[in-house]
């Protein structure tokens, strides 16, 4: 069984930086894409940033070089590493792998940026 544990929220201050990190465990062989969605009380939940299990990236555009997505496939973690976060950016962030086609998701941490 596979499962992903998102860790590292909390609550900074505007222009702040937090990193999540996360962890999948499991009958995992290899995971494929791996990446990082958001919900905003009353939003849809959108994307964040991705990254193949070779290393390329995709970012939202609204993130305009503040985000970092990288991955440890020897460990099977994901990180995101957000800078100059802004209240806007308040979400629960959820992590996202395709493990053999099929796609799992964390249960989500919540980041809250105070202005």
């Known amino acids: 069984q596979v499962q992903l544990v998102e860790s590292g929220g909390g609550l900074v201050q505007a222009g702040g930086s937090l990193r999540l990190s996360c962890a999948a465990s499991g009958s995992i062989f290899s995971i494929n894409n791996m990446g990082w969605f958001r919900q905003a009380p009353g939003k849809q939940r959108e994307l964040v940033a991705t990254?193949?299990?070779?290393?390329?990236?995709n970012y939202a555009a609204y993130e305009k070089g503040r985000f970092t997505i990288s991955r440890d496939n020897a460990k099977k973690m994901a990180y995101l590493q957000m800078n100059s976060l802004k209240p806007e950016d308040t979400a629960v962030y959820y992590c996202?792998?395709?493990?053999?086609?099929?796609?799992?998701w964390g249960q989500g941490t919540q980041v809250t940026v105070s202005s």
């Open positions: 996202t792998a395709d493990i053999v086609a099929i796609y799992y």
């Open positions: 990254i193949t299990s070779g290393g390329s990236t």
